[in-house]
């Protein structure tokens, strides 16, 4: 677990200081928030944001869809996604 922890970390890392070449669109952002809340906070919980509320609904759909996922597989499918973008 250890060793999947320091390469998530890694990854994340790398997303947050990405520069240069790397512009990853809404939906991979979207992707990658997900992935981050579910290896990090676990299922989404709470009330989905109102309809005016468009960033904050965005972000809790996208979280939903990865609802049930285990914290390792979300930090090992976080991984990948950058792994095959790089």
Do not use: C, H
């Not at 809404?26 to 989905?48: C, H, I, M, P, W």
């Not at 109102?50 to 930090?75: H, I, L, N, P």
């Amino acid at each position: 677990m250890s060793d999947l922890k320091t390469r998530f970390d890694e990854a994340v890392s790398y997303i947050q200081n990405a520069e240069g070449d790397f512009k990853p669109s809404n939906e991979l952002k979207l992707e990658f928030y997900a992935l981050y809340k579910q290896a990090t906070e676990g299922d989404v919980s709470g009330k989905r944001p109102g309809m005016m509320d468009f960033v904050g609904r965005a972000k809790y759909d996208a979280w939903e869809k990865v609802k049930g996922t285990s914290s390792e597989e979300a930090m090992q499918k976080y991984i990948d996604k950058l792994e095959s973008l790089k």
